[in-house]
C-alpha cells in the first residue's frame, strides 16, 4: 500500500460522515443534469456522489481510500442509489473517453488530469472544479502550493467550453461558509 493511500485510509477511518456536496453542484443544481452519468473524482466519502445520485444520476465515484469508498458503497446500498465505487490510483491513462454526461472533481487537484477529464467528458457534457486557491486568506485546506488554484488557472482547465458558472472566494474568511477560501467552475464541453 501507498504512503498517499494509508494516509487517506487513516483521515476517513477517523471521520465517516460526508459533509454536504460541494457548493459548485449546490449552487448550481438548476443547470445539473438529472439523466445520464457522472464521473466523481477523488470522491473521498461521497457527498458529490450521494447528491448527484439522488437528483436521478448514474454515478461512478473513485477514490484511493478504500475506507472511504466502503463506507461510500453502503450508503449507497442503504438509499438504493446508483452508485459504483472503485479504489483507484486516479491516473489520466484511467479515464475512459466521452463517457460522462458530468465530471466533478472538488477539493482535489491534479495538474496532469484537466485533459483527460475533458476527453472522458461526452460532448456537451459538464465539467465541474471546485477546490482551494493560493490566494486564500483563511487558514482551511491544503498549505502545499501544488495542491492550490493559481489565479486563472480553472479558466485553463477547460479550454474551448463553454462556462455555465464561475466563482471565486478566495478572500472570504468565513469559516461557515463552504466556498470561503476556494474556487468553483462548471464549463460545457463543446458539441461540436
Given at each position: 500500500m501507498n504512503d498517499v493511500r494509508?494516509?487517506?485510509?487513516?483521515?476517513?477511518?477517523?471521520?465517516?460522515?460526508?459533509?454536504?456536496?460541494?457548493?459548485?453542484?449546490?449552487?448550481?443544481?438548476n443547470i445539473l443534469p438529472t439523466?445520464?452519468?457522472?464521473?466523481?473524482?477523488a470522491c473521498g466519502l461521497?457527498?458529490?456522489?450521494l447528491f448527484l445520485a439522488a437528483r436521478g444520476l448514474e454515478v461512478d465515484a473513485w477514490d484511493i481510500s478504500q475506507v472511504a469508498v466502503s463506507h461510500l458503497a453502503k450508503r449507497a446500498d442503504s438509499h438504493g442509489l446508483?452508485?459504483?465505487?472503485?479504489?483507484?490510483?486516479?491516473?489520466?491513462e484511467a479515464l475512459p473517453m466521452e463517457r460522462y454526461d458530468l465530471v466533478i472533481t472538488s477539493h482535489y487537484l491534479?495538474?496532469?488530469?484537466?485533459?483527460?477529464?475533458?476527453g472522458a467528458t461526452r460532448p456537451g457534457g459538464l465539467i465541474c472544479y471546485q477546490t482551494f486557491t493560493a490566494e486564500k486568506?483563511?487558514?482551511?485546506?491544503?498549505?502545499?502550493?501544488?495542491?492550490?488554484?493559481?489565479?486563472?488557472?480553472?479558466?485553463?482547465?477547460?479550454?474551448?467550453?463553454?462556462?455555465?458558472?464561475?466563482?471565486?472566494?478566495?478572500?472570504?474568511?468565513?469559516?461557515?461558509?463552504?466556498?470561503?477560501?476556494?474556487?468553483?467552475i462548471i464549463a460545457r464541453k463543446s458539441i461540436g
Open positions: 494509508d494516509k487517506w485510509n487513516r483521515i476517513y477511518s477517523k471521520d465517516q460522515l460526508a459533509g454536504p456536496p460541494a457548493a459548485v453542484l449546490t449552487d448550481n443544481d439523466l445520464g452519468i457522472a464521473l466523481d473524482l461521497g457527498a458529490n456522489s446508483n452508485i459504483h465505487t472503485r479504489v483507484i490510483d486516479i491516473t489520466a491534479d495538474r496532469s488530469l484537466p485533459p483527460a477529464i475533458l486568506q483563511i487558514n482551511m485546506g491544503p498549505s502545499n502550493p501544488s495542491f492550490l488554484l493559481q489565479p486563472k488557472e480553472l479558466e485553463s482547465f477547460v479550454p474551448d467550453c463553454e462556462i455555465l458558472a464561475f466563482k471565486d472566494e478566495s478572500h472570504n474568511t468565513n469559516r461557515d461558509d463552504p466556498l470561503a477560501g476556494r474556487a468553483f
